[in-house]
């Protein structure tokens, strides 16, 4: 250690991580570094840290290194140090699996917090006499299906009553359920455990088969050929017990039980308190769990013993009253009080809809149901309509339930690259009829090859791979499935015909010649004989035989050709979509029924009947439009354009199977469900239904306001994560908010130019009180004066405005009309502001800081800063935080952050990020979206690449976390008033709540 004046250069040795790490023990960023084990020098200078901040640092470097080790690591620092960090992990880590099993069993929240809490401590004082530490999941499924059964059949003995479900189902249907899913467990407890483990960490925890094979150091061959064979010994198995399965279907089965139930913090903290030993957490045991202890500990342990464990548990229990010597009936539950404790309680495991939270994450405002996480570029229907499949920009598949919207599987995908441009990603997709298998066509880039792969719904196996002619950057490829599932037919390009395959192998079955251009639409008949195809720059639908081949007839389209081809149900009709507009025909009777213009879609690239052929679906670079097909006219139109400056993705849509409900892709890979007729939103969840915009706390902290691309404002009590009102009126994306002093009004505005005004809203109520009819087209800054009377509103090509809240009146204009005012401070003097902008009148982009004086409305101080439209002001105004980029080489980008001294716009720090080609546009709008000061101006939010967070210390100049969870580019971040919280909002309409500094 190498002491200095004010601080010392620290390396940093830590032996406890050793069993962790082969030879480097960490590293953070650079230039931060610490010794190998081989005693090595990393080639950068050690970090230079103050005193105070050598606990905090090492704390935070081994939290961040335990939360990456396996199963096996932290069990065995627990044994081996006897600390309760690691086995705490633990707890969180598989709480979801432990409360799944037990609640599917008993059906009774009281009954599964007994068995939740026993597994646990179970698993305390059992560690090591686990064999395999890395199939400890394996162990927890064991134990808590028995501990489970065991309560059960006591529950039966003693006539007690052992349910509280409550779902809609019928009692039998109820039961079924219940009984199937319990012979699973039992049976699963009964294989091999090189067969029932990787079965368990796939189906019921949601790990990859590439996951499996690194945390148990098995080659992947193995693992897949191991959860095959393990498949069809648990469908034999089961054969035997009198339930008839077909092979996927077990698959299809075992992902269903992965379904987890929330977790409560207070269970967590209480089970992880009673594992680790706290004293006062003795006292709230209950006798219940004591009863299931003493039977599996005695269970356990010689007849010698037997009589030691019930004194022990007799002792813990001292202050219940409550004696468990010898064999002992479980008692009436009492529900235990946790008491305070030193401790702090656990993150909770789970939002308020039961959905796993990100690592290191307090909460969610929201939901994460119907998302894909990246932007949408195909959807579809399962036959049955249980299921959405969904394919994005990045080529991964999301199996989403219909009806509650939570993720029930994210299939295998390739490594993916983001590309800025249209075609990319997930091209098209279609489920097979008996829906076991989804095919989909995708692309990774412009410069790569298509691939067409078939894929197990089940398990995500790859069944069959084809690889396709690269189309170019503007070429899509079209897919159609015959009614009987047995043929793909996908489209190819000038040199490659259509081809038709067959499904179960991929092996071409049938190519159609004769094309002078691209195929653009594909649609099998209803009864599959004949395949209608369209070619782009060709006025010719052409209609071909599937079994020979053979052109059977051409129907004259619209010139410039078709972009989609749909058949009715009942094969009468005949859709067909182009730049021109859409057409219909009868196909029994050889003529046009139907024609629209061209000014009603933009470009169309998806058509669909709906079941009863009434109305039809047109998906378009314009929204979703539904047309009646008797009236000749379009019913109704929805907005499902892209976000601005990001990737953008093909227009995605479908109507369920029976009809009664239209699905689209909106912005930030949210899905919608509406009724087709009327438009009432199906979806059950509360929350925003596209990517975040805008962020604001409360000056009092307790309520947020959150703004998104669909146009609505929500107000959130942070402490439940409840939406107490759901603000509507804008036009477009809510692009500023700002609550007033004494938080009595929240002001909002919105990027659409038809929307020129600011709204004001109560937020008790969340009624809405004024518009102010500013006159900039693009409002980018809201900021109330301290006494509340005053509102500043900044934007484009306007004066900096203050508007009387009261009277509604401009009092004040500050600046010339060609400004652009991108971010302001209202001092706390009630004197004076600052503010950034932007000369738009001078020949030079230059950025102008200035200090006005609110009284006279005149300029105190003016200093030239490099141009940016992205700027931060520090809450008490010292700092300003501003975002450019700089080219430094062909396609090559960095982004730079300057922290400048507000009086002398003098540079005081800096924060350099490389871009690459392919991130430029998601990561660069991202940053001109936000960046947020903490109160005290110690720490900058501000997005980092992947949609991660990166905290910089402003006085240290260097990064202090960085935070990870969002599944796109961060547009939104707020401090709470007391700096303790951050909430961040993505473009995947996720809001997560974090502690400050990224650590609880």
């Not at 290194?65 to 705490?88: H, I, K, M, N, V």
């Not at 039966?156 to 079924?176: F, W």
């Not at 040199?495 to 991929?506: D, F």
């Not at 720490?939 to 991660?948: E, F, N, R």
């Amino acid at each position: 250690m190498d002491q200095s004046a004010g601080g010392f250069a620290l390396e940093v040795w830590t032996p406890r991580l050793a069993p962790l790490e082969g030879k480097i023990l960490y590293s953070f960023s650079s230039p931060l570094h610490y010794w190998s084990e081989n005693g090595t020098r990393p080639r950068s200078d050690p970090m230079t840290l103050t005193p105070a901040l050598l606990q905090q640092f090492c704390v935070q470097l081994e939290s961040a290194r335990l939360r990456e080790a396996s199963d096996a690591e932290l069990l065995a620092l627990y044994l081996d140090q006897g600390e309760p960090t690691p086995f705490r992990l633990l707890l969180q880590r598989h709480a979801g699996l432990v409360w799944a099993v037990a609640h599917r069993v008993l059906q009774h929240h009281q009954d599964t917090e007994d068995v939740f809490q026993a597994t646990f401590l179970l698993l305390a004082r059992k560690a090591a006499s686990i064999r395999d530490r890395s199939a400890l999941a394996s162990w927890l499924h064991g134990v808590a299906t028995r501990l489970a059964l065991r309560l059960k059949a006591q529950r039966r003995r003693a006539l007690i009553p052992a349910t509280d479900s409550a779902d809609g189902a019928s009692p039998g249907a109820q039961l079924e359920g219940r009984e199937l899913q319990q012979l699973l467990d039992e049976e699963l407890q009964r294989l091999p455990e090189k067969y029932r483990l990787p079965l368990i960490l796939c189906y019921l925890q949601d790990h990859t088969h590439e996951e499996i094979a690194q945390q148990l150091s098995w080659p992947l061959g193995t693992v897949r050929g191991r959860m095959a064979r393990a498949r069809d010994l648990l469908r034999r198995r089961l054969e035997r017990r009198g339930v008839l399965l077909a092979l996927p279907a077990v698959g299809v089965l075992l992902a269903a039980c992965s379904a987890r139930a929330a977790v409560s913090v207070e269970l967590l903290a209480q089970t992880g308190y009673l594992a680790v030993g706290t004293p006062a957490a003795a006292r709230v045991l209950s006798p219940q769990v004591a009863w299931l202890l003493e039977d599996s500990l005695a269970s356990l342990v010689g007849s010698s013993l037997r009589r030691w464990v019930a004194l022990c548990l007799t002792l813990m229990l001292g202050g219940l009253g409550v004696g468990v010597l010898g064999s002992v009936t479980p008692p009436k539950t009492v529900q235990a009080t946790p008491i305070a404790s030193a401790e702090p309680p656990l993150p909770p495991a789970s939002d308020n809809h039961g959905d796993p939270l990100p690592v290191g994450a307090l909460g969610r405002l929201g939901s994460t149901r119907y998302a894909h996480g990246q932007e949408i570029s195909a959807l579809a229907f399962s036959p049955d309509g249980k299921v959405l499949v969904v394919g994005g920009i990045d080529r991964a598949i999301t199996l989403i339930d219909a009806r509650s919207g939570k993720v029930i599987r994210r299939l295998e995908k390739p490594d993916a690259e983001i590309v800025n441009g249209s075609h990319r990603g997930v091209l098209s997709l279609i489920m097979t009829p008996d829906g076991k298998q989804v095919a989909v066509v995708d692309r990774k880039g412009a410069e790569t090859p298509a691939m067409l792969r078939i894929l197990d719904v089940a398990t995500g196996a790859v069944r069959a791979e084809v690889t396709l002619e690269n189309l170019g950057s503007k070429g899509g490829i079209p897919l159609a499935i015959s009614p009987e599932g047995k043929l793909l037919a996908v489209g190819g390009s000038r040199k490659q015909p259509v081809l038709l395959l067959e499904t179960a192998t991929g092996r071409v079955a049938l190519q159609l010649h004769g094309f002078s251009g691209i195929p653009t639409g594909l649609a099998f008949s209803p009864d599959g004989k004949t395949l209608a195809t369209s070619i782009s720059r060709d006025p010719v639908v052409h209609l071909w035989s599937v079994a020979t081949g053979k052109e059977r007839a051409a129907i004259p389209g619209s010139r410039g050709g078709q972009t989609a081809l749909a058949f009715s149900r009942d094969g009468k009709y005949l859709a067909a979509t182009s730049l021109r507009g859409l057409r219909v025909w009868n196909l029994g009777a050889g003529q046009e029924i139907l024609a629209l213009g061209e000014s009603i879609f933009g470009q169309p690239e998806h058509v669909q009947f709906s079941p009863d052929g009434k109305l039809l679906l047109v998906a378009a670079t314009t929204g979703c439009h539904l047309v009646d097909v008797a009236r000749q006219k379009v019913l109704r139109s929805v907005s499902t354009t892209r976000s601005w400056g990001i990737a953008s993705a093909r227009p995605a849509a479908a109507f369920s199977p029976d009809g009664k409900t239209l699905a689209f892709a909106q912005r930030g890979g949210q899905i919608a469900l509406q009724d087709p007729l009327t438009g009432v939103d199906r979806r059950l969840d509360r929350g925003h239904r596209a990517g975040i915009t805008a962020l604001a706390f409360s000056p009092e902290g307790h309520l947020a306001a959150s703004g998104s691309w669909d146009r609505t404002i929500h107000l959130w009590d942070v402490h439940t994560r409840k939406s107490l009102h759901r603000l509507e009126g804008h036009a477009g994306a809510i692009s500023a908010l700002a609550f007033s002093p004494d938080g009595k009004l929240l002001a909002s505005a919105s990027t659409d130019k038809d929307d020129v005004g600011v709204h004001l809203w109560e937020t008790k109520t969340g009624r809405r009180i004024a518009l102010l009819p500013v006159r900039g087209i693009l409002v980018t800054s809201l900021a109330f004066t301290v006494d509340s009377k005053q509102l500043g509103v900044g934007g484009i090509n306007t004066p900096l405005e203050f508007w009387d809240v009261a009277t509604q009146k401009v009092v004040q204009r500050i600046g010339v009309e060609n400004a652009e005012f991108w971010a302001f401070l209202c001092n706390k003097d009630g004197k004076s502001l600052h503010t950034m902008g932007f000369d738009v009148g001078s020949r030079e982009a230059r950025g102008l800081l200035a200090t006005w004086d609110l009284a006279t409305g005149k300029s105190r101080a003016t200093f030239e800063i490099p141009f940016s439209r992205l700027a931060r002001f520090s809450p008490d105004g010292r700092l300003l935080a501003a975002t450019g980029i700089v080219s430094t080489g062909l396609h090559q980008h960095e982004m730079v952050t300057t922290l400048y001294e507000v009086t002398r716009a003098r540079p005081v720090g800096t924060i350099t990020e490389a871009l690459d080609r392919s991130a430029l546009a998601p990561q660069l709008f991202a940053r001109q979206s936000c960046m947020a000061f903490s109160p005290e101006g110690a720490c900058l939010a501000l997005p980092g690449k992947g949609g991660t967070i990166l905290l910089w210390d402003v006085k240290a100049n260097k990064e202090r976390a960085r935070l990870a969870g969002h599944g796109a580019e961060v547009h939104a971040l707020a401090w709470s008033p007391d700096g303790k919280l951050l909430l961040s909002g993505s473009l995947d309409g996720t809001i997560h709540l974090w502690p400050a500094g990224g650590k609880h």
